[in-house]
């Protein structure tokens, strides 16, 4: 159980094009998602938290008209990078925490983002 | 405010030997702690965590951690490692209670593993 998947795995895009990052929860519905950044060799860096039905609330530094996410089911939250540039690339991690496992936050498999 | 610190970003082991990954946190309120395992570009997958109770937690494959409340640490350990554990570890801590469930990551451990 608690499952999450993302989707692309990898996506390579050209500079100054849109890219949509899908994450998903498939067998429990996710009151709360977390989308996260990831750099070479380094921790997790959170970028935004969303809850179903509202706006995201995003991290101090994280631009949001750049990073749009939308989290319009329990089970759904998209992250769309607008507008991209080489320094978007990165590997991109959602997580979601449960309506009953409220305490624990389950990772998806991660998109690599190549922008060139 | 929560804070995690990893000691040693890398950590090597003979197969077969003990593996001890150290974690010590800060945290303003009870924590809830977390282990997590990212293998080479997947995402990371839940290893055991400690929200209230027994204070000694077993996860998956074999690992288990303790936290100590006076020594503000959630150390990682298995008795014996084994190959497939090669990953990158991290600790997170979360506050206790209502809320959003930020977690705060350390930098990370890379655990190798020596045959």
């Known amino acids: 159980g608690a499952v999450v998947s993302q989707h692309p795995s990898r996506v390579i895009c050209k500079s100054g094009t849109s890219v949509k990052i899908e994450c998903r929860s498939l067998?429990?519905?996710?009151?709360?998602m977390f989308w996260y950044r990831q750099f070479p060799k380094k921790s997790l860096m959170l970028m935004a938290t969303?809850?179903?039905?509202?706006?995201?609330?995003?991290e101090q530094g994280v631009e949001k008209d750049k990073f749009l996410i939308n989290h319009a089911s329990l089970t759904l939250s998209t992250l769309t990078v607008t507008s991209a540039h080489p320094e978007d690339s990165s590997f991109y991690i959602c997580?979601?925490?449960?309506?009953?496992?409220?305490?624990?936050?389950?990772f998806g498999p991660g998109t690599r983002l190549t922008v060139l | 405010a929560q804070s995690v610190t990893q000691l040693g970003s890398h950590v090597s082991v003979s197969e077969g030997a003990l593996v001890l990954l150290r974690c010590n946190y800060s945290s303003s309120v009870p924590p809830y702690l977390f282990w997590y395992v990212q293998y080479p570009n997947q995402g990371l997958q839940l290893l055991l965590k400690?929200?209230?109770?027994?204070?000694l937690v077993k996860g998956i494959n074999g690992f288990e951690a303790e936290f100590k409340k006076s020594e503000t640490s959630f150390h990682l350990t298995k008795p014996s490692a084994h190959m497939s554990d090669a990953a990158e570890y991290f600790c997170a801590v979360t506050p206790s209670g209502a809320g959003s469930y930020q977690l705060t990551f350390g930098k990370g451990t890379k655990l190798s593993v020596i045959p």
């Open positions: 400690y929200t209230t109770g027994a204070t």
């Open positions: 969303s809850n179903e039905g509202s706006k995201a609330t995003y």
């Open positions: 067998d429990f519905q996710a009151t709360t």
């Open positions: 997580s979601a925490r449960g309506v009953y496992s409220t305490d624990t936050q389950y």
